[in-house]
């Protein structure tokens, strides 16, 4: 695992900080033990895990740079710096826990609503010495409407959670105005995010180019589909999940 997250940080152009790498693969290590007796990955390779998971999560490291067209490689601080950054949907801690070992400078918040992966999370933290990451047990939606997280982060993430439109719903609350949202998508996403430009437009946001780009050491190709916030979220968003399920903005 150590080689491939090593090499593949190396092809994308990531210059991990000093002991990240090895961070990473004790996470690794943790996520595939815990996984025997609680569900947190589909995935149960190490080495799919380092790719699938590490360097798919750590491409978002990348976006800045290709948004403003700049090549050459990313180093810390990577545009993440000192950001506070909350992880919507966060599952086993992607791709939240990746930026934060990558870029130890984030204030990084965790949101899940399954209570047994947050105490996992804490304990992986514990684990590996992270400081400034918050796990909390909670429904986005209904965290997004507390006054602590509205318009609180400089970035949202989200990796796998919902479609698109309902995905905006969830996470633009949280980002303040000049934030950013980061959405990974897959690369035949293009008609689900079509359908969430009316979303964008009411939630304050203004839709990116999207970033395709390859999984070092795959044949997989995903995509960063990034709004930016570019106006207050309004009043009564958003809305409870069975609501935003049934009538997608």
């Known amino acids: 695992m150590k080689d ?7 092809e994308m152009g990531i210059t ?5 790498v090895d ?3 004790e996470y690794g290590r943790l996520l595939l033990e815990q996984n025997k007796v609680m569900n947190l990955t589909a995935i149960t390779e190490p080495d799919q895990v380092a790719r699938l998971h590490f360097l798919d999560s750590a491409a978002i490291l990348k976006w800045d740079a290709e948004q403003r067209g700049a090549g050459g490689r990313t180093t810390a601080p990577t545009w993440l710096a000192n950001k506070t950054v909350i992880d919507v949907g966060t599952g086993a801690g992607f791709p939240g826990m990746v930026l934060k ?3 130890p400078s984030i204030s990084l918040t965790l949101v899940d609503s399954l209570g047994k992966r947050v105490v996992w999370l ?3 933290c514990e684990a590996l010495s992270l400081d400034g990451v918050r796990c909390l047990h909670a429904r986005a939606e209904e965290l997004a409407l507390d006054p602590g997280f509205r318009d609180g982060f400089d970035v949202a993430v989200s990796r796998a959670v919902a479609a698109f439109p309902a995905l905006c719903e969830l996470c633009l609350p949280y980002t303040k105005v000049g934030g950013r949202f980061a959405a990974m998508k897959s690369v ?4 689900e995010v079509q359908s969430g430009q009316n979303a964008v437009k009411r939630l304050g946001g203004r839709l990116l180019k999207p970033h395709d780009y390859p999984i070092p050491g ?5 995509r960063l589909v990034g709004v930016e916030k570019t106006a207050p979220t309004p009043k009564g968003l958003p809305r409870s999940w069975g609501k935003i399920k049934k009538s997608p903005l």
Not at 4 to 10: A, D, E, H, M, S
Not at 218 to 222: F, K, L, Y
């Open 188 to 191: 035949e996403s293009g008609e």
């Open 101 to 103: 070992i990558l870029e």
């Open 23 to 25: 961070k990473l693969v």
């Open 218 to 222: 795959t044949e997989v190709t995903h």
């Open 4 to 10: 491939i997250v090593t090499q593949g940080l190396q």
């Open 16 to 20: 991990p900080p000093d002991g990240a």
């Open 122 to 124: 804490e304990k992986v």
